[in-house]
């Protein structure tokens, strides 16, 4: 399916772009078993950003599959999910950095999804201070009894081949995604791939 945009960010890479309201977003895993971080804000300006409290307060979940729309700090519907292959999506992991490397699992100098976040918001006028808490498609994160986390964080990648999640786009956004570099946790399978990106008329 081709579409608006229709491109591969290649493995540890990065992207970023304008999604128009009514247009879909849509991810690809293409090889599976890889974590892709996102973030939105509002188009232009840029200063109304996704909000995890809000998306996960309205959707009564820590898990985003379809049918859960991903709201801003000002309440408002930014992209909802239309459909859904992998079935259930992070919202509570953030993403990786030098810093977290470092702290989690003692390596140094190993940068991150935030450090692709910086690139390219900067792009766009944005800086550290644009960097929330982000949505982590195709990453499943346990919470078990009493809110204990796994020790790693994720669970080993479990997304095949050709999964996808379609964003429709609710307002104007930018959109900002890492196609996650890690090697210490599970969330890659130690062997970070390739995504296709796609932005497509709505149906």
Same mark, same amino acid.
């Given at each position: 399916?081709?579409?608006?945009?229709?491109?591969?960010?290649?493995?540890? @890479?990065?992207?970023? @772009?304008?999604?128009?309201?009514? /247009?879909?977003?849509?991810?690809?895993?293409?090889?599976?078993?890889?974590?892709?971080?996102?973030?939105?804000?509002?188009?232009?300006?840029?200063?109304?950003?996704?909000? &995890?409290?809000?998306?996960?307060?309205? &959707?009564? %979940?820590? /898990?985003?599959? %379809?049918?859960?729309?991903?709201?801003? $700090?000002?309440?408002?519907?930014?992209?909802?999910?239309?459909?859904?292959?992998?079935?259930?999506?992070?919202?509570?992991?953030?993403?990786?950095?030098?810093?977290?490397?470092?702290?989690?699992?003692?390596?140094?100098?190993?940068?991150?999804?935030?450090?692709?976040?910086?690139?390219?918001?900067?792009?766009?006028?944005? @800086?550290?201070?644009?960097?929330?808490?982000?949505?982590?498609?195709?990453? $499943?994160?346990?919470?078990?009894?009493?809110?204990?986390?796994?020790?790693?964080?994720?669970?080993?990648? %479990?997304?095949?081949?050709?999964?996808?999640? $379609?964003?429709?786009?609710?307002?104007?956004?930018?959109?900002?995604?890492?196609?996650?570099?890690?090697?210490?946790?599970?969330?890659? &399978?130690?062997?970070? %791939?390739?995504?296709?990106?796609?932005?497509?008329?709505?149906?």
């Amino acid at each position: 399916m081709s579409g608006v945009i229709d491109i591969t960010v290649p493995a540890g @890479g990065s992207w970023s @772009g304008v999604v128009a309201r009514g /247009r879909v977003l849509r991810v690809v895993d293409l090889e599976g078993r890889q974590g892709v971080d996102f973030l939105c804000y509002g188009h232009p300006g840029t200063e109304e950003r996704y909000h &995890a409290a809000n998306t996960l307060k309205k &959707a009564g %979940t820590l /898990r985003l599959t %379809t049918g859960h729309t991903l709201y801003s $700090d000002a309440a408002r519907a930014m992209f909802t999910v239309v459909a859904d292959s992998y079935g259930l999506h992070d919202t509570i992991a953030g993403c990786c950095s030098a810093p977290s490397n470092r702290l989690l699992y003692g390596v140094e100098n190993v940068p991150g999804c935030r450090e692709n976040f910086l690139k390219e918001l900067a792009r766009h006028g944005l @800086g550290r201070e644009s960097v929330v808490a982000n949505v982590n498609f195709f990453c $499943d994160v346990p919470v078990h009894e009493g809110g204990r986390l796994e020790p790693l964080t994720f669970r080993p990648a %479990t997304s095949r081949p050709g999964d996808h999640v $379609d964003l429709r786009a609710d307002m104007d956004c930018l959109a900002v995604i890492s196609n996650c570099p890690q090697v210490n946790n599970p969330c890659t &399978a130690g062997s970070p %791939t390739p995504i296709r990106v796609l932005v497509i008329e709505g149906g």
